[in-house]
């Protein structure tokens, strides 16, 4: 049994994110209800899933 064409959704190039449309995203956003939440510079926003890896270099 083929399968069905299905319709293609257009899909927006990265190219074509530009500051205009990410201002008017950001702004819809907030009308919704939205919160931006302020990261101090350096701090990431995910949590740390596992502990640290430790590489040791042996000289041979």
Known sequence: MPKKK???KKKV???DETSESIALQTAEFLKAGGE???VQRGISGREPTE???HITY???
């Open 36 to 38: 931006v939440e302020v």
């Open 51 to 53: 502990g640290r890896k």
């Open 13 to 15: 190039r990265v190219a």
């Open 58 to 60: 042996a000289k041979k």
């Open 6 to 8: 299905q319709a293609s």
